[in-house]
């Protein structure tokens, strides 16, 4: 699914004619002005809102470096403005908010105020109106989401600063969400640790600016491992031993340098992720060593 997300950005000018061609051709991204802000129009693509956000931030600082995005804009509209994107009246803008001519769910209540008018979000106004079939056919981070969002990127910002990639988390949903929860929560307390932020900066990795991680339990098979990178060819497997200690190992899809194939270790197609765990603990393999999980 396609998303779009409308970002408060600085770094980037309309008056820069390369920028601006290169969101509009790379991202179907429009750079706009107004009162002082620079805001950034950009379609990300993913099965949800923050997939699409992980898809869409690295390609943005590899294409421009310079380009930082400091948070959503809520993106907030009046009467008249609802009514020009609607293509209907004020009038029957008005009617709806009033709850005259309401078939189904209630209009979204207003943000706050301008002024003295009222103004409300445009992803709610928008996901109501598609109720009605006047949409703008667009999704967009709702409320929620767009709270995540805003927290993601001050965190994607000071990481960047530093020198880190962003970390893409990935976990399978089954009946053992809870225990990659906690892997989740383990492997968040330990980027804390300087050591272990000098292990993630030099891992080798096919995009620099970010870094997946599949959460996964000691039962679950390599090959849906592997699978769960999804387009990354490169990244992480964390999971927590039986002592509730965090093992983290480098993997990959296809040979990268310094990688060591798993018909190395002498595992088969059906092993588990306990079984490579078991031959890591008395293998000759450095940390740092990606494991190409591929069988012939």
């Given amino acids: 699914m396609e998303y779009e997300f409308l970002f408060v950005v600085e770094g980037v000018s309309i008056d820069d004619d390369e920028a601006v061609a290169t969101l509009a051709s790379d991202f179907e991204g429009l750079l ?113 989401e767009a709270l995540f969002v805003d927290l993601m990127l001050f965190q994607w910002q000071q990481m960047q600063a530093q020198g880190q990639p962003m970390l893409k988390f990935v976990a399978a949903a089954d009946d053992r969400s809870d225990d990659r929860q906690h892997v989740m929560a383990s492997l968040a307390q330990a980027v804390g640790d300087p050591q272990f932020q000098a292990r993630l900066m030099a891992l080798p990795r096919d995009n620099q600016h970010r870094l997946a991680v599949v959460c996964a339990v000691l039962l679950d098979p390599l090959k849906a491992v592997l699978e769960q990178l999804g387009s990354d060819q490169s990244g992480l497997l964390a999971v927590l031993e039986e002592d509730d200690s965090l093992r983290v190992v480098p993997i990959a899809s296809v040979e990268l340098p310094w990688s060591a194939p798993i018909a190395d270790l002498g595992l088969s197609d059906d092993a588990t992720v306990g079984d490579l765990v078991l031959e890591l603990r008395s293998a000759p393999v450095s940390p740092s060593t990606p494991l190409v999980l591929a069988w012939q």
Avoid at 84 to 101: C, E, L
Avoid at 132 to 142: A, K
């Fill in 32 to 144: 706009s002005w107004q009162r002082g802000l620079h805001r950034l129009a950009v379609v990300g693509e993913g099965s949800n809102v923050m997939d699409a956000l992980h898809e869409l931030l690295p390609r943005l600082a590899n294409a421009l470096p310079d380009l930082r995005l400091i948070r959503l804009d809520p993106d907030l509209v009046g009467v008249a403005d609802i009514a020009d994107r609607a293509a209907r009246s004020r009038q029957n803008v008005q009617q709806w908010i009033d709850g005259d001519r309401q078939a189904g769910a209630p209009f979204p209540g207003p943000e706050g105020t301008v002024g003295r008018s009222l103004v409300w979000r445009w992803a709610e106004v928008n996901e109501w109106l598609r109720t009605i079939g006047r949409d703008d056919g667009e999704l967009r981070p709702t409320r929620q």
